[in-house]
């Protein structure tokens, strides 16, 4: 019987040690040798666990072991060791005391290798972050891209009007075209400072008030070129100066991210007479009503639940990143607003609610 005890004792795959009351080892067994790297049980018998110990493992843990083993009862954890050769060991640990006529004599200990779930665990966080930089990388991309070649395109018209310099008319233009660097600067510099909050703020705070009509103005500044280019008319109603709480450059994204839509739509629909139209307007209880309608094709039915999700596209790779109206929804969403969609007969219209400022707040 000894002998079966003996070769199940160092057969398990757990590895199993015996201490007397103060933890001193008195056994252990194959999977204990085999786990620190230890040749052989002498060299281990009458050491405490203190000679594979290591300081990751906080001195906390150690005195509630004591507290609980001492006091009769079983302890389970999760600790750090080292093995001979300093490398860490990482285990599950299942300590219980042990009795001889009603008298505790020692302890015993079964631990289990978790190396392999905590590299693991690893991978799943480094993945994870990955994750988290590549949604950060996707959305700056996406808001950069236009303010940069809106840069490039106003840089290289400096460079050509320099060469022409003798015509006054070139100096208004010119003034324009820094402008409109100055502006594209200022947008990049909002984006990443929206970035670097992203992750902290999302509670309204440093918002101010915002006026519509120049947030519309200011969406039009990248794009107007863009959209005459490509035959697309556009149409504003607007009716007094609406105020709204927000972002002012958010705001700009909403309207700018519904218009690049429309122009992307455009692009593969094969409508005659492109139109876009926008119209502002105060409801009867108080909201802000942007209208937005296009006749670019429309969005088919069995994707229009998906179009706010982060990521859907209908683009092809490279074109699109599927952010735009996910970023859209966060920001109307963030300033207590709401968006519909609907879409039919190869026309999309959207309807987004602002709660308005009443005039003599400031
Ligand atoms: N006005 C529209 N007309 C037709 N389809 C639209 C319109 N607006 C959005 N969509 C559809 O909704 C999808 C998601 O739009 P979203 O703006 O979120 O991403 P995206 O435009 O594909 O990518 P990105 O905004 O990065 O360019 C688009 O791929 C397109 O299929
Ligand atoms: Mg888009």
Known sequence: ????????????????????????????????????????????????????????????????????????????????????????????????????????????????????????????????????????????????????????????????????????????????????????????????????????KDDGEDMEIVSMNAVISDSFLFLDKQLKNRDIQVKIEKEEELKVYGHRMDMESVIHNLLTNARDAFHKSRTEEKLIKLKLSRTDDDWMMIEYWDNAGGIPPEIIEKIYDPFFTTKVEGEGTGLGLAITKKIVVASGGMISCESENGETRFIIRLPLIKENVQ
């Open 1 to 200: 019987m000894s002998s079966l005890i003996n070769s199940a004792f160092n057969q398990a795959v757990y590895a199993i040690c015996l201490t007397d009351l103060d933890g001193k080892l008195l056994h252990v067994n194959h999977a204990y040798l085999k786990l620190y790297k230890i040749e052989s049980v002498e060299e281990l018998i009458g050491k405490t666990q203190r000679f594979i110990s290591s300081p990751k493992t906080p001195k906390v843990v150690y005195q509630q072991m004591w507290q609980m083993i001492e006091s009769n009862r079983n302890w389970n954890g999760e600790i750090t060791n080292l093995d001979s050769e300093g490398r860490e060991v990482f285990i599950h640990l299942n300590i219980n005391p042990i009795f001889k006529n009603g008298e505790k004599i020692g302890y015993m200990g079964f631990s289990l290798d978790r190396s392999q779930q905590v590299m693991m665990e690893k991978q799943l966080l480094h993945a994870n972050k990955l994750v988290v930089l590549g949604t950060l990388g996707a959305g700056l991309a996406h808001e950069l891209n236009n303010p940069l070649t809106s840069i490039s395109l106003e840089a290289e018209y400096i460079q050509e009007a320099i060469h022409s310099f003798q015509e006054m008319e070139h100096l208004d233009q010119l003034k324009a075209a820094s402008n409109s660097i100055l502006m594209s600067v200022e947008r990049m510099n909002r984006v990443i400072e929206h970035l670097l909050v992203y992750s902290r």
